[in-house]
């Protein structure tokens, strides 16, 4: 279950809030409606679980105690990142990743 969210993007995502236009801009091309099924796979499911769907291509991130799946699909630029607390998630973020080459 998810415990904590580290911006109030992500939680209006999860919840299925309007999101104002600058909001939807700021995200670009990512399909919101993805994104929200995919935290709400997260808020339903154990590590277990998440080890077990493999479409969600969940691991964890180098060198942090954060994790990722991918917020809409594999050639998407956005991931969800989160922390274990115990059996709960912690700090939900939906993050954009840049290319830094």
Known sequence: MIKSFAGSLTEKIFRGDDLTKKEAK????IRIDKAQERLLILHHSTEKDL???HSLHYHKLHGTGRYSIDADSRVSQWR???????EELAD???VKIEDTH
Do not use: M, N
């Not at 700021?26 to 091309?29: A, K």
């Not at 969800?80 to 115990?86: E, K, L, M, Q, S």
């Open 92 to 94: 939900v973020s939906l």
């Open 26 to 29: 700021q995200l670009g091309g």
């Open 80 to 86: 969800i990142t989160f922390a274990w607390a115990g």
């Open 51 to 53: 080890l077990t769907l």
